[in-house]
T-cell receptor
Framework: DQQVKQNSPSLSVQEGRISILNCDYTNSMFDYFLWYKKYPAEGPTFLISISSIKDKNEDGRFTVFLNKSAKHLSLHIVPSQPGDSAVYFCAASGERGLNNAGNMLTFGGGTRLMVKP | NAGVTQTPKFRVLKTGQSMTLLCAQDMNHEYMYWYRQDPGMGLRLIHYSVGEGTTAKGEVPDGYNVSRLKKQNFLLGLESAAPSQTSVYFC??????????????FGDGTRLSIL
């Protein structure tokens, strides 16, 4: 059973408008959430993250919102640019005790964002 | 500034053949990971390592083995390749959790086809 889900496989947005990508999770032990961006034939690159003790984190055009009660997070891109066209992965991490790979990530299936000029 | 380097970038194997994928990082990261990416399923963790000489199973470890003899290298082996192992394989590395989460850094992937 997928613990992190991105229910929209694709999203198309006009340049200059807002892009909103959504992610739902089921495991309440997750304490850190990340968004990665992936271009074709490249590896995922880290975009922005948020700790579970916060509800918003902003970095330039990118803002991530976390709603813990709903187990939902979203990535807002404003304004959207054609260069933002990529696959976006939501990922979550939870501490698992001593001597562990506490950095292990559980990924969603990805959302392909297309920003039209 | 290479970051995470994966070798090879592409490979085609026949069923039953064996091969090793190499991952090298130059960031002095303690942790290293191997993922596979399949359409619509995101990235799934195969094996990981929290330090030189240590490895552990991830979500989908069957059919794979790993070794971390040096801190900077993490090898993924397929002993007897099967068509179900056709996928894109990504290696990643990160610092350990030290006062906060440390993002993973990914290589550009190895595209593997098993015929």
């Amino acid at each position: 059973d997928q613990q992190v889900k991105q229910n929209s496989p694709s999203l198309s947005v006009q340049e200059g408008r807002i892009s909103i990508l959504n992610c739902d999770y089921t495991n309440s032990m997750f304490d850190y959430f990340l968004w990665y961006k992936k271009y074709p034939a490249e590896g995922p690159t880290f975009l922005i993250s948020i700790s579970s003790i916060k509800d918003k984190n902003e970095d330039g055009r990118f803002t991530v919102f976390l709603n813990k009660s709903a187990k939902h997070l979203s990535l807002h891109i404003v304004p959207s640019q054609p260069g933002d066209s990529a696959v976006y992965f939501c990922a979550a991490s939870g501490e698992r005790g001593l001597n562990n790979a506490g950095n292990m990530l559980t990924f969603g299936g990805g959302t392909r964002l297309m920003v039209k000029p | 500034n290479a970051g995470v380097t994966q070798t090879p970038k592409f490979r085609v194997l026949k069923t039953g053949q064996s091969m090793t994928l190499l991952c090298a990082q130059d960031m002095n990261h303690e942790y290293m990971y191997w993922y596979r990416q399949d359409p619509g399923m995101g990235l799934r963790l195969i094996h990981y390592s929290v330090g030189e000489g240590t490895t552990a199973k991830g979500e989908v470890p069957d059919g794979y083995n790993v070794s971390r003899l040096k801190k900077q290298n993490f090898l993924l082996g397929l002993e007897s390749a099967a068509p179900s192992q056709t996928s894109v394989y990504f290696c990643a590395s990160s610092y350990s959790r030290r006062g906060g989460y440390q993002p993973q850094h990914f290589g550009d992937g190895t595209r593997l086809s098993i015929l």
